[in-house]
């Protein structure tokens, strides 16, 4: 028991690695949420009127409504009006390549382990860096450009392609469909924006950067995916924050829209500061992700890492309108010392002959609960639908908890819904195994948490796999149950 | 928000509900009003909008009351060829003179025993319906097994309704087991008028170290039942429970069955069978609580739908931290026939300890176009062949009746409903 204890105290003594802070000079919004401030933010940004008479339309629906409470989360209330709604590196002139961006802010990328300008000569992928509320820096766009993909700031598509901002802002997540969701539709500083024109196939990876450096801000981001008939792209995001006493806020919205056989894919490698050991601070981490798949055949595909935030509140969902659509989700949630996680999807089945298939991972240590919130729904006419689902949770400790609240909902008859869940902890049986073939119980975990979480890791493509590996070994490396 | 004002329903109920339990009844009164009548927002009735379905139909809230049942009414509804002991209920009222003299077991009417621990298994804070019931039920049985009796004949709970419509029966049910005893409760309802009322009944069971209980229940009270019905059990040490729901009909008829683990080395067994058609509306809601380590439970519910009928499955584990060494199992099983037919299920895990192996498995189909051609090839008529798949499919639920008799009623109802007797 001892040495369980001691591998334990290893585990939960682990530092957030991301958990720096640097001091640049910022931009800040005042303090509180008004009316005002929304004015204050769209004339920052230099938005049109019709965005800024939207975000206004968002804040009073906002304000009308109920923060949630039906998630198996607790926290001190938050307190809105206290926070910063808009901070943003101060720089002379918007930078026109990265040669032009400020060291600064491209050594807080480097640090954390993305040089943009490495990126940019070796990987092949293009990066939209995210820092506090704006975008710093986008990579590789001349190379897309030129296929006719858009991929940029939030705010440099409001000035730039107003036309698809204006049809498709909003269309997939209302603003009134939640309360964080309406808020973030109110005071959202930026975030990137994807356009892949009909029949292209993005050619190399997309990704988006996110960082919370600035204290007392909240960080809204939107982003919108965008791919027209038979398009493909991959899409990737990550995200960190310093370590901060009290907690920050980030209530981010993601909307994809998929066309006639076209295939998006997007991953998540979620690594905002998940509190100290105490369970102090940490990020609050309430997001709202939906994608549509609007025409027939077309799919989309949700992979998630989720091993930061204090509080996670995020359900990935896919409205299955197309006949023949697709819609996937994979996810491997762990949670660490206090976090909770209340994560899952909805798969909505609207059109004929839809597929989903959910694979959730729930890893929980230390004193932390887990939870999978799900919801798959067969609507009326959506005749031979599909849906297999799985979630399997892994106990570390006594203290920890596990939960699944699966929602099955099925109208039409000709749907075949499977759904399984499992809980239980590493085996004794298989770590033994291990050690008599000479693995020590430290890595004989590791082995079988990556082996548990292959499933979905084997969906991330390549440059995340090995930093989702990564930060699970880092997580959890060790910790006999 | 409701038109049914708590307080109102409250005071007249409470003014000819019967005598004793005074504190009871207020304890059951108090957690009334503060829970109120279910809202569509609750989670608990998010699918079963029963508040809504009571504003329709019961509008004066009164007690049905006791009536006569005579011996040949009873002879009629005891199942063929049953060995077992009866008793008798009218609305809830217990009638000793049409029931047998159970050899060793003390069955009394609940106004007799005026210390019984009524609302200590089924709080009446927990479910709104069930505060209800303890704030006024009416009549009321106290059965009492003793210490070490194994009783081989099981017990028939033959329950009469008769009420006008928009009138309430709210029987309530007191069952205690003694140490290592043994028994098996049969609950059967028969409905003798056509009007909508309303039934919301409770039964508590206290079982004892190392008792063995079974406790069957046939819900086939025609297509106007509303009903809550309400079961709650403790399970103790080395004890053994098992439970068998058939539900066929009903215009809302709502099951809760809760069991907490109390003892280890014990076992916690829930069968359940809806086999709807029409607009029926069942909802099964189960709860297994784990506090103790070395457990067991098991649940299989399994669903079949037809027309537009409505099926609920709401199955929660609760696993608590003590409970390490925890096994539970669930398994949710439905088929829909037709396009109206709807299933709404949420198989739910919550766990709190580590060292436990707990799973839950779910799902909802048609029948197997393989299997039917399989038969159809063999010269079997394609509605038989329907039937005898779905026969096979119920009966897996059926096969946990330990009571022949009982078995072989069930069986017939149910064969004949999916058309597979031949």
């Given at each position: 028991m001892s040495k369980d204890n001691q591998i334990l105290e290893e585990l939960t003594s682990k530092e957030y690695e991301h958990g720096w802070s640097v001091n640049y000079e910022a931009d800040e919004a005042p303090v509180g949420l008004t009316e005002d401030t929304i004015r204050w933010i769209s004339t920052k940004k230099e938005e049109p009127q019709w965005l800024l008479d939207w975000r206004l339309k968002a804040f009073k629906t906002w304000e009308a409504m109920y923060e949630p409470k039906w998630a198996n989360v607790h926290y001190p209330k938050i307190d809105l009006q206290s926070l910063k709604y808009y901070s943003a590196p101060k720089q002379a002139s918007k930078p026109k390549n990265l040669d032009e961006v400020d060291p600064e802010l491209l050594d807080i990328y480097k640090r954390l382990g993305i040089n943009l300008n490495e990126q940019k000569r070796l990987q092949g992928i293009a990066v939209d860096a995210v820092l506090d509320s704006v975008s710093v820096a986008t990579t590789f766009k001349g190379t897309l450009s030129k296929l006719g993909i858009v991929f940029c700031s939030f705010s440099e598509a409001v000035k730039e392609h107003p036309e698809l901002v204006k049809k498709y802002l909003g269309s997939v997540v209302p603003m009134t469909d939640n309360y964080y969701a309406a808020l973030n539709s109110a005071v959202f500083s930026d975030g990137s924006f994807c356009y892949i024109p009909k029949g292209v196939r993005c050619p190399m990876e997309l990704s988006t950067y996110f960082r919370i450096n600035a204290a007392n801000t909240g960080q809204f981001e939107r982003t919108l995916i965008v791919a027209e008939d038979e398009s493909y792209v991959s899409y990737l995001e990550g995200c960190t924050a310093p370590q901060r006493d009290e907690n920050q806020l980030h209530a981010a919205v993601v909307e994809i829209y998929a066309g006639a056989h076209a295939e998006v894919k997007y991953s998540t490698v979620q690594n905002w500061f998940?509190?100290?050991?105490?369970?102090?601070g940490g990020i609050y981490n309430f997001v709202t992700k939906r994608g549509i798949c609007a025409g027939d055949f077309s799919k989309i595909s949700w992979t998630q890492v989720e091993t930061g935030s204090a509080v996670t509140w995020k359900y990935p969902s896919c409205i299955l309108k197309g006949d023949n659509s697709i819609g996937e989700f994979y996810s491997v949630a762990v949670t660490n010392n206090y976090q909770q996680a209340d994560t899952g999807t909805k798969m909505i089945h609207i059109g004929k002959n839809t597929k989903s298939r959910i694979v959730s991972k729930g890893i929980s240590a230390g004193k932390s609960q887990n939870s999978y919130r799900g919801q798959v729904q067969v609507m009326k006419r959506a005749t031979n639908a599909r849906n297999f689902s799985q979630c399997d949770s892994l106990l570390m400790g006594d203290r920890c908890g596990a939960h699944t609240f699966p929602y099955i909902d099925i109208n039409n008859p000709t749907a075949k819904v499977e759904h399984e869940a499992t809980t239980s902890k590493i085996g004794e049986d298989q770590l033994f195994y291990c050690n008599q073939r000479g693995i020590a119980t430290e890595d004989a975990v590791a082995l079988i948490v990556n082996g548990y979480a292959k499933e979905v890791l084997n969906q991330l493509p390549m440059e995340f796999a090995v930093e989702a590996q990564k930060l699970l070994a880092l997580t959890l490396e060790g910790s006999v149950g | 928000m409701s038109t049914l004002i708590k307080q109102d329903i409250l005071v007249e109920l409470l003014g000819n509900a019967g005598n004793g339990f005074e504190q009871v009844r207020t304890a059951g009164k108090e957690a009334f009003q503060t829970q109120g009548f279910p809202t569509n927002k609750s989670e608990e009735y998010k699918f079963t909008a029963i508040t809504k379905k009571l504003e329709q139909n019961i509008q004066n809230f009164a007690q049905a009351g006791d009536f006569e049942v005579t011996a040949e009414q009873v002879k009629a509804n005891v199942f063929e060829g049953y060995l077992g002991d009866v008793l008798v209920f009218a609305n809830g009222h217990f009638h000793p003179a049409l029931s047998s003299t159970i050899e060793g077991v003390e069955v009394a009417l609940l106004s007799e025993k005026a210390d019984t621990a009524l609302g200590s298994i089924a709080k009446p804070e927990k479910d709104p319906f069930c505060a209800l019931n303890q704030s006024a039920f009416e009549g009321g049985v106290y059965i009492s097994v003793p210490k070490k009796a194994q009783l081989q004949k099981p017990i028939l709970l033959l329950n009469f309704f008769k009420a006008n419509a928009g009138q309430v029966i709210q029987p309530r049910v007191w069952i205690q087991t003694g140490d290592f005893a043994e028994v098996t409760f049969i609950n059967h309802s028969i409905n003798l008028s056509e009007a909508p009322y309303f039934v919301n009944k409770v039964v508590e069971i206290k079982g004892g170290l190392n008792t063995q209980i079974r406790y069957y229940k046939l819900q086939d009270e025609g297509k106007n039942a509303i009903e809550v019905s309400t079961v709650e059990t403790d399970i103790q040490q080395d004890g053994r429970f098992s439970s068998v729901t058939v539900s066929l009909s009903g215009e809302l008829v709502r099951n809760n069955l809760n069991l907490s683990i109390l003892g280890s080395n014990s076992e916690g067994n829930m069968y359940g069978l809806y086999l709807l058609n029409g607009k029926s509306h069942v909802d099964n809601h189960t709860n297994v609580d784990h506090?103790?380590?070395?457990a067991e439970s098991n649940e299989l519910y399994k669903g079949i739908l037809a027309d537009s009928s409505r099926g609920v499955f709401n199955g929660k584990i609760f696993v608590r931290q003590d409970a390490q060494k925890t096994n539970a199992f669930q398994q949710n099983n439905n088929i829909l026939l037709s396009d109206d037919a709807v299933v709404n299920t949420k198989p739910q895990l919550e766990i709190w300890a580590d060292d436990v192996k707990c799973s839950h498995g779910c799902t909802t189909g048609q029948l197997d176009e393989e299997a039917l051609f399989y038969l159809q090839a063999r010269g079997i008529a394609k509605d038989q062949a329907k039937g005898l798949l779905l026969y096979a499919f119920a009966g897996e639920v059926l096969e946990h009746i330990t009571d022949e008799s009982f078995r072989e009623y069930c069986t017939e109802l149910v064969q004949k409903r999916l058309g597979s007797k031949f």
């Open positions: 998940p509190g100290d050991k105490e369970g102090k | 506090t103790v380590p070395h």
